[in-house]
């Protein structure tokens, strides 16, 4: 059961009180998406993982944190007036996130508020946004991880760079058995054009 309720929030960069709603609790029922995106009900919670001031437009998930960005730089040109044109606000909160970790320095985690703009891209039948942000999000990911290089391949695959993710991914052997067919499973897709979204139950029932 998915229960989310108001709460109180004080900006930490300019100090403006409002109300956002929070997530308290969730559930997860079927299998994940095999760029991690969970499946039902906490798939639908997205726009309570993010919190945006209405004065000042920081952005976190975390208010109680200090950031490590300034009131100038939410006030620039880059922030402003970021490079895409979303169909949908939430897309636009989470690339406001990305370059506020940018700018802080924050460079391991910058990766998942790309993955997350992209799965409200998809929310929105934003296609074109969905596509570009997975792009920006493959240059952000270490591949030191295997499991992060998984996520890698899906957003090749998704971004329709299917000739990158047969050449890349053809001969590379993971630790774990259900990895590498993971990596089977997205190489057949890719070798046939498809840039769709499927779940870990769906290479089950079509490897």
Not at 38 to 67: L, Q
Request: proline share 4%; charged share 30%; net charge negative.
């Amino acid at each position: 059961m998915t229960q989310i309720n108001p709460y109180p929030f004080k900006c930490p960069v300019c100090s403006k009180e409002f109300e956002d709603y929070v997530l308290l609790s969730t559930n997860q029922c079927g299998s994940s998406d095999l760029d991690t995106r969970p499946p039902e009900m906490m798939r639908s919670t997205m726009n309570a993982w993010i919190h945006e001031c209405p004065k000042c437009g920081y952005v976190a998930r975390d208010f109680d944190e200090s950031p490590e960005i300034t009131l100038e730089f939410l006030k620039s040109d880059t922030y402003q007036n970021i490079d895409f044109e979303f169909e949908k606000g939430l897309a636009e909160k989470f690339y406001k996130e990305y370059l506020i970790l940018k700018q802080s320095g924050n460079t391991e985690d910058l990766y998942y508020p790309l993955l997350n703009c992209s799965w409200a891209c998809d929310d929105a039948g934003d296609d074109k946004n969905a596509c570009e942000i997975r792009k920006l999000c493959i240059d952000e990911i270490s591949e030191d991880n295997e499991t992060m290089s998984l996520i890698r391949l899906d957003l090749l695959r998704r971004s329709s760079q299917f000739n990158r993710a047969v050449e890349e991914y053809s001969h590379r052997t993971f630790s774990d058995e259900f990895l590498n067919e993971i990596c089977t499973f997205q190489i057949m897709l890719a070798k046939s054009g498809d840039d769709g979204c499927y779940t870990v139950e769906d290479m089950q029932k079509m490897g």
